[in-house]
Structures are given as C-alpha cells and as structure tokens.
C-alpha cells in the first residue's frame, strides 16, 4: 500500500529521534502529527500536529490513529497494548511483534539466538539466589540489566565480584533482569537496515561505535577492516531477523566484534543514534528511508558521500560549543532544540564528512 505524500504520518513519541523523522518527512511533502506526554515534546517543534497524552491512554491514542495516514513510534519503551488497538485502525509500522522483540532483552536475546545469532552468555534473574547461581555459571565481571525500560546505560550494573550481587540485586529493585558476560570486546559496531512493505532491503556501511557511561559517544566511518568478517556476519543476522519479525522501516542491531566474531548486543526496532550520521553522510539518510519504507515509496540509495564519516554526541554542556562547530567546514552541526542542558542528556550531534 502506497501512502502519498501529502498524508499524515503518526509518530509516537517525541524525542530528536521523532524530530528527524519528521524533518525527512516534511522534505517528502507529508505532515507529521507527533503523540508523546510531555508538554515540550522537541518533535512536537518541528510537525504539524500535537497530542499531548500519556503512551497508555488508549483512548487518546486511538483518536490520535484516526487522525493519521500510518502510525510509527520512536521509542520502545511504550506499553504494545494500546498499540494493537491502534494497529487495529490504521497501518502500524514497524509492526508490533518487532516492538515486542526488542522491548524485552530476554525476547530478544532468545530470539536472536533462534535465528543463528551469538549474543554473550546469558541467564534469565528473578531473584536474588537466581543471580548468585547465574554468576557461579557466567562468572565475573558480568553486567546485570532489567529486562524492560533500560536506554543510554539506565537500569545496569556491573559486578566485578560475586559479592557485590546483593548490592547489584537491590539497585534494579527486583526488576525482571537478565545477567551477562562482560565482553572484551575488539570494537562495538552497529548494523541498520531499512526494509520496504515488499521485502527489499538496504543496508548503510556498519559504523564503528564508542560508548562511555552505556551512552553513545561516537560512531565512525569506516569500521575498518580488520572487523570485516564479524560486520558482514552481523549484516547476514539483521536481515534474517527483520525478515523473521516481517520488519517495515529500520532496524538496528548492536554488535561486540571479538575477532572475526559478531556477539548480539540489542537492537532497537526504530532510527537509531548510531546511524545520524547517515544525515549527510549517505545518499538517503535512515529518516528519510524510514519515511519511506513506511509510507509504501521505493527505498533510497545507501552509499557514502565522503571517504570518512565521524559523527560525535553532543551531551550536556557540549552542546555549548556550537559557535566553535559551525566554524568547521567539515562539520553540520545538529541541535535538538532541548531546552535544558542536563549531564548525560543528549543535546544534539555533530557529523564531519572527512577526506
Ligand atoms: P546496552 O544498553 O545494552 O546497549 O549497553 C550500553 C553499552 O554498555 C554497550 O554499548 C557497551 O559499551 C556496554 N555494554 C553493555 N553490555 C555489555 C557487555 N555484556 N559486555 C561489555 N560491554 C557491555
């Protein structure tokens, strides 16, 4: 099904992520109608319609679905119910089982694994003595993480020592978890693809990515080529997994390269901070593939447009320095229109396209 420019896209959720969307999508003649709680939602700026209501209110997300054309979301961590009843309506893209997947990092890991994917050892924590057990298995350090609502480092620990279990258990507040093995890990990269309603799929060049604080700092172009055998082994997973889950828009997938291994991370059902620098560093930017892939269009082009591509996270204070960007030729500078700086918060980003 083909929604023309001109029709009304859906988003839920009202971050940078929902911003870019909207900003591609206007490029491509279509209004955006963002629904998120917030009342300063930065995505709300930059469309055309607003609804203002909490992601469970089903009520109000069923009158925002009869409003829109199609209906895609930005952001995980909303509750799939109130979603089916909008998928019900109006076509939901990506579709539901992929939010479901990627909502939970047991589903997810499992799911992965059923589809000929290695992520790092792993066990299932409901309790206490579950995670003493799971550690003598994993050993340390390991990392303990909630199941649900974990994003840029939010709901882990690591244990360094098998002591230290108690103290990690009470920090997550006996959420459903799952436990871990630390990686030593050669890099982190990731894999994004966008996949049409028809099966086609387009894949961007793997970016190499660097976190500190379980936050995104950069990703860089090329990946190099010592992680050619572990990217291309990640390609061929995320297309087997976005045809599994019958996937519409773009899929991400984070990966540990151990030699010429991929080790799974997660992956997020959605545009994703490791492929901003698509914006000007390919042909079609992840937005705007995004757009199109939802709305029904022919999918754009992936190559690169410079020989080097460095994209860098504007977090907290560092958004300060924008005078300093904008003097760099190389650099196109992106500001989300946030209006508190806050430490750990992601302001905006900064993509040099590089010889
Ligand atoms: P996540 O929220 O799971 O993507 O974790 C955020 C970041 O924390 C990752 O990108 C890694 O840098 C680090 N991290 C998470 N899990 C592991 C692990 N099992 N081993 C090593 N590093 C990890």
């Not at 660097?210 to 190099?224: C, D, N, Q, W």
């Not at 860098?312 to 190389?330: S, Y």
Request: aromatic residues 6%; proline residues 6%.
């Amino acid at each position: 099904m083909t929604i023309p420019p001109g029709s009304t896209i859906g988003i839920v959720g009202g971050g940078q992520l929902g911003r870019m969307l909207a900003l591609a999508a206007s490029q491509l003649g279509y209004r955006c109608h963002v629904y998120a709680p917030d009342a300063d939602s930065i995505a709300a700026q930059v469309a055309s319609a607003f609804t203002q209501s909490a992601f469970d209110d089903e009520g109000a997300l069923t009158r925002f679905a009869a409003e829109v054309d199609v209906v895609t979301y930005e952001f995980e961590n909303i509750p799939t119910r109130p979603l089916a009843a909008v998928a019900e309506l109006v076509p939901l893209q990506p579709p539901l089982a992929a939010l479901e997947t990627a909502q939970d990092r047991l589903e997810e890991k499992s799911f992965v694994q059923r589809h000929g994917g290695r992520p790092a050892p792993f066990a299932r924590v409901d309790d206490s003595a579950g995670l003493d057990s799971a550690l003598a298995t994993i050993g340390v350090p390991a990392i303990l993480k909630t199941r649900r609502f974990g994003y840029d480092g939010k709901g882990q620990v690591r244990i360094e020592a098998p002591d230290e279990a108690a103290a990690a258990w009470r920090d997550v507040r006996g959420a459903p978890c799952v436990v871990e093995e630390l990686v030593r890990f050669d890099a982190e990269f990731s894999i994004l693809l966008c996949r049409g309603g028809d099966g086609a799929i387009v894949t961007w060049d793997a970016p190499r990515n660097r976190h500190e604080g379980g936050i995104l700092v950069s990703s860089s172009l090329p990946a190099g080529t010592e992680f050619a055998g572990a990217i291309a082994a990640g390609e061929a997973l995320a297309r087997r997994v976005a045809d599994a889950l019958d996937h519409v828009g773009v899929l991400a997938m984070e990966f540990f390269a151990v030699g010429g291994a991929a080790i799974f991370n997660e992956m997020a059902p959605r545009v994703h901070n490791s492929g901003h620098w698509t914006i000007e560093g390919a042909l079609t930017s992840q937005f705007e593939n995004h757009i199109r892939a939802i709305c029904g269009l022919p999918l754009g082009a992936t190559g690169r447009t410079a020989p080097r591509v460095e994209m860098a996270n504007l977090v907290g204070a560092e958004a300060d320095g924008w005078a300093e960007i904008l003097a760099d030729p190389a650099a196109h500078l992106h500001l989300y229109g946030k209006a508190e700086a806050r430490p750990g918060r992601k302001m905006g980003h900064v993509t040099r396209l590089l010889p």
